[in-house]
């Protein structure tokens, strides 16, 4: 990487920031098209964001994806959102502009180009189970009710998160058939019924974690998509294949949330294979 008065600068924000792979996924492709960039991760202190990213504008960043906790401060923060923060509440990507700094989210577009990629499917009059309503499942539904999912089922153990949620989407969409299922009993049957099953929850993030549902919530034909990416396959990924439905974890999401916001910065389609490569290599030890 030959570095000079002309390399755009480009970086993550977050606090911690030790974790992220947008450095390995986008100095990859950069260096692929030879495009002069550098993307860098810096730790920044959510006191401080809305001070730092006017900085970065007027130092010549060319772009910044925002990972937790920024995303929700960014939101609130920015005079400027585009329609897919405004969805979510939240911004993951800051694009510089001469009018001035816009939020975006690219974190919707990554879900859908993944299960595209890993299914050949969209969620267009799909039944929908997402386990874990938190900050990623809350994403998932709010994106698949608006793009026209049949049916959501909400499972959580905190029935006030869902039902949060539950309301929110109503406001959104009011067409789509919404159950919640808040202990196992009621998820089991009711995954059974869905499509396309999104594991959304942070249980599988340690190595040793079991899979929240059981082999009997699966079924031939079904979906299963993992929002964790550190493995290849957790056991929640596991318990879905034995039981006959196929499988995807989420590096796809990751991959292509990146993808997106490096257009929305140079207009430049990356190099999507370099960035694959490199999280695989990063993740997996490939």
Not at 140 to 156: I, Q, R, S, Y
Not at 215 to 221: K, L, Q, S, Y
Request: hydrophobic letters at 45%.
């Amino acid at each position: 990487m030959n570095l000079s008065e002309h390399t755009k600068p480009f970086a993550v924000l977050g606090h911690p920031i030790g974790h992220s792979l947008s450095p390995v996924m986008h100095n990859a492709s950069m260096n692929e098209l030879n495009f002069d960039g550098v993307y860098l991760a810096l730790d920044v202190h959510p006191d401080r964001l809305m001070e730092v990213l006017p900085s970065m504008a007027l130092m010549g960043f060319a772009g910044v994806n925002l990972t937790v906790p920024h995303k929700e401060i960014a939101f609130r923060g920015l005079e400027k959102l585009d329609a897919s923060a405004k969805l979510f509440g939240a911004a993951n990507t800051v694009e510089f502009t001469a009018d001035g700094m816009v939020g975006h989210n690219t974190d919707g577009y990554g879900f859908l180009k993944a299960l595209e990629e890993a299914f050949g499917d969209s969620v267009k009059d799909e039944s929908i189970f997402v386990l874990g309503c938190g900050g990623a499942g809350r994403a998932t539904a709010l994106k698949a009710a608006t793009e026209g999912a049949k049916a959501l089922v909400l499972a959580d153990i905190d029935a006030e998160r869902v039902q949060k949620l539950e309301t929110e989407i109503r406001g959104l969409t009011p067409d789509v058939e919404i159950f919640q299922a808040l202990d196992q009993a009621a998820q089991v049957e009711l995954c059974r019924g869905c499509d396309l099953v999104v594991q959304a929850s942070p249980v599988g993030m340690k190595k040793g974690d079991p899979s929240l549902l059981p082999a009997e919530a699966f079924r031939e034909g079904q979906r299963a998509f993992d929002l964790i990416y550190m493995y290849p396959e957790t056991a929640f990924l596991t318990t879905a294949r034995e039981a006959g439905a196929a499988i995807a974890n989420g590096l796809g999401m990751l991959l292509h949330q990146g993808a997106r916001a490096f257009e929305i910065w140079t207009g430049v389609e990356p190099s999507v294979p370099a960035m694959r490569k490199a999280l695989e290599d990063a993740v997996y030890g490939a």
